[in-house]
């Protein structure tokens, strides 16, 4: 099993993103994927999330109306579009994959996105 990002980088406020998770080593539309960041002395929390078939999204407060959590199943990628990025934002971005019906979780290793000027 295997999930890994792309896409991080160093942005200027008010810049654009967009994240990859590629993924691997499991049926990819059987699982939930999310995404999480943790800013330095901060525990991890949740970005967005979307269902298997991508019918449902949930975001965070913080990032509503921002960021957008789309996926392709064809091409098991699941992507964050992240724009009107702020300071705040800046966190290492992680990819993570719930199968709901057995409760098996995968991370990725992160991307780091620094938003600065």
């Known amino acids: 099993v295997k999930l890994v990002e792309s896409g991080g980088g160093l942005v200027q406020p008010g810049g654009s993103l967009r994240l990859s998770c590629a993924a691997s080593g499991f049926t990819f539309s059987s699982y939930a994927m999310s995404w999480y960041r943790q800013a330095p002395g901060k525990g991890r929390e949740l970005v967005a999330a979307i269902t298997g078939a991508g019918g449902t999204t949930n975001y965070a407060d913080y990032v509503q109306g921002r960021f957008t959590i789309s996926r392709d199943n064809a091409k098991n990628t699941v992507y964050l579009q992240m724009n009107s990025l702020k300071p705040e934002d800046t966190a290492v971005y992680y990819c993570?994959?719930?199968?709901?019906?057995?409760?098996?979780?995968?991370w990725g290793q992160g991307t780091q996105v620094t938003v600065s000027s």
């Open positions: 993570h994959a719930r199968n709901t019906a057995t409760g098996l979780r995968y």
